[in-house]
């Protein structure tokens, strides 16, 4: 088990302001690297991870209103591209969930963003085929010491139904910590039997509904990733699979979880 990667899940913060200063040459070689080292969740999605390393010319092509909301200038971004297959959005939230605590490892801080820039712009930009679509951005960089702090977080006990043993507490714990979009905190874990099926919560205000759109599956991803690195800790051997269930509570349905033997 990488411990380094459960204790950068305490650590990490989302970063909105950065130093003017970019990271080292080494450093983003060594990023790129650990990118390759990264398995998908779903085979079928073919995510890509595209590091800008000259900001300025990427912040020019955000627009629109996530960009005034977010308001975060930085001197790198990770653009996140992907085929639309029925779980690449949770993918996308697992595979980059794993490069962000990678990077907070090596003290860079990171920021999850939606996704102000269209995908023919992405597209011309990166040098990307149409099947590539934008997914998600990542903006990266050294910390400025005056950042704003971390939202709170939800109690466990609201996000968990069913009896659970201290391990699972600790595990979900770890997910509870997970950063989303506009600390919705979607992710319901409902313990049955020998498996937790995991739910996403939509948010009850329209407004956050029409801005977060199908962010929160992302969010759903993110917090899987912190599932799997929390569970190696412990000790537990767990996989993902997708039932056939239906929504619960107006609650929709993502994906179980079940400890191996």
């Known amino acids: 088990m990488n411990q380094y990667l459960y204790d950068?899940?305490?650590?990490?913060?989302?970063?909105?302001?950065?130093?003017?200063?970019?990271?080292?040459?080494?450093?983003l070689s060594s990023i790129e690297e650990k990118i390759k080292n990264i398995k998908p969740l779903f085979n079928d999605c073919h995510l890509q991870m595209h590091i800008v390393r000259d900001g300025e010319k990427l912040d020019t092509q955000m627009k629109g209103l996530l960009k005034k909301i977010t308001k975060v200038k930085a001197p790198h971004y990770l653009v996140v591209t992907s085929h639309?297959?029925?779980h690449y959005l949770i993918n996308a939230g697992y595979m980059v969930e794993k490069l962000v605590l990678e990077m907070t490892a090596l003290n860079i801080g990171t920021c999850w963003q939606g996704g102000p820039v269209k995908d023919e712009v992405i597209q011309k930009f990166l040098g990307l085929p149409k099947a590539q679509k934008m997914v998600i951005l990542v903006s990266f960089g050294y910390t400025n010491a005056d950042h704003k702090t971390e939202y709170k977080r939800k109690d466990l006990e609201d996000l968990i139904i069913g009896k659970q043993d201290e391990e699972w507490k600790l595990i979900l714990e770890a997910a509870r910590l997970s950063p989303s979009s506009i600390n919705s905190q979607p992710w319901r874990f409902i313990f049955n039997k020998n498996k937790i099926h995991v739910y996403k919560k939509p948010p009850k205000n329209f407004i956050m509904k029409k801005l977060i759109g199908d962010l929160n599956k992302i969010d759903?991803?993110?917090?899987l990733s912190h599932i799997e690195i929390a569970s190696l800790k412990v000790g537990k051997r767990i996989k993902f699979i997708h039932e056939d269930l239906k929504s619960i509570d107006n609650m929709e349905y993502m994906i179980s979880i079940i400890e191996e033997k």
Do not use: M, T
């Open 8 to 27: 950068a899940i305490y650590k990490r913060k989302s970063i909105r302001k950065y130093k003017n200063e970019s990271v080292s040459d080494e450093i």
């Open 84 to 86: 639309e297959s029925d």
């Open 220 to 223: 759903i991803g993110i917090a």
